[in-house]
């Protein structure tokens, strides 16, 4: 009898033990797990581009993100962020850098320092980090150097380069495949990413800029050489265009609905008020009036989770402002963000 008894108790203590173990294992989530990454590119003069944070469940921002996590200021013109795992790789184009970051609190991991020069979009695939670089500009203002600096993410060094048209861009990975926009050129390359080679591309109406996948597994692309702009969808398996037409001038900013059937893009023509733009999937013609229209737009995105548009405004030389809106273009609320916000990412 006593040594069941002290067998049970044994076995209580055992288990009160494992499951404290258990729940000791389990790491909280850091303050920037969930929620909207607002990328504000700063003035190019100044190098004050930032990162800022939006909680849409508290309707609170935090500004300067990086700067609260690791004491300094990141100082650059940040195009764009990407996240990839454990890790977000914030693109400073002027500061021909990248810094890495901890996904979720935004602690500093290293710098990418070498082997790039004016980088501005990232996408990942097999374990490699493939990042589209302008290059200098040439005595007629050209980008004839342009080219995507392979990275391999366990020591975060440039381990190849794949030479491209001029003015490559934006970049989207699709199963295995790595697509990238020659914005000063009309070609959209194709990567095989075992090989690390250009392996085709498309043909676009004028210079693509930025992608957006539907869900219907067609890729958009946003096309703008300054004088015209269009919208293309391509056919991944046969590198073929199947359809385009032209949008409104300026176009900048291009994003997909939750779902998956709207596309919704941003044009900015000079000396015009700026628009957001709807279209659906199958759409063969492009609408002639925005469903949200203002002065100052900068930015687009727009949230999977509930179809929430997301505009980012400029204010000139103040911080800028960040509009939210429903899918009918009606205003939701808004707040402030660093200057010159220019796209978002959203954080499940």
């Not at 990248?98 to 996408?123: C, S």
């Not at 695939?125 to 200098?136: F, I, Q, R, T």
């Not at 002639?288 to 002065?295: N, R």
């Amino acid at each position: 009898m006593k040594r069941s008894v002290r067998v049970k108790a044994f076995l209580f203590v055992f288990f009160i033990a494992i499951s404290a173990c258990n729940k000791n294992d389990e790491t909280p989530r850091g303050e920037f797990a969930t929620g909207v990454i607002v990328v504000n590119e700063g003035n190019f003069g100044d190098a004050d581009g930032s990162v800022g944070f939006y909680d849409p469940a508290k309707e609170t921002a935090v500004q300067d993100i990086y700067e609260k996590a690791n004491g300094e200021s990141l100082s650059g013109t940040i195009q764009s962020v990407y996240f990839y795992e454990d890790n977000a790789y914030i693109i400073d184009q002027s500061g021909n850098k990248i810094e890495v970051v901890e996904a979720e609190t935004f602690k500093h991991v290293a710098t990418i320092n070498q082997g790039l020069d004016v980088p501005r979009y990232m996408t990942v695939v097999n374990g490699k980090g493939y990042v589209s670089n302008w290059g200098p500009y040439d005595q007629n203002y050209d980008l004839p150097d342009s080219y995507i600096a392979v990275i391999d993410l366990k020591n975060f060094n440039v381990i190849k380069t794949l030479n491209t048209q001029n003015g490559v861009e934006g970049m989207i990975t699709i199963d295995d495949k790595v697509y990238a926009a020659a914005s000063a050129s009309n070609v959209v390359h194709t990567i095989d990413s075992e090989l690390d080679e250009i392996v085709g591309g498309f043909t676009t109406p004028s210079g693509p800029r930025v992608f957006a996948l539907d869900g219907h597994g067609k890729l958009w692309v946003l096309c703008n050489d300054y004088v015209s702009s269009a919208i293309a969808r391509l056919d991944v398996s046969s590198e073929l265009v199947d359809k385009s037409f032209s949008v409104a001038g300026g176009a900048k900013s291009i994003a997909v609905d939750n779902s998956g059937n709207n596309i919704y893009y941003l044009s900015t023509p000079y000396g015009a008020s700026a628009g957001v733009f709807e279209i659906d999937y199958t759409a063969t013609f492009a609408p002639l009036e925005p469903i949200i229209s203002g002065d100052g737009f900068y930015g687009l995105g727009v949230d999977t989770s509930d179809g929430t548009i997301y505009v980012g405004k400029s204010n000139g030389a103040d911080n800028g402002t960040v509009i939210l809106y429903d899918s009918e273009g009606n205003e939701l609320s808004n707040f402030s963000s660093g200057r010159f916000p220019n796209g978002f990412v959203f954080r499940e």
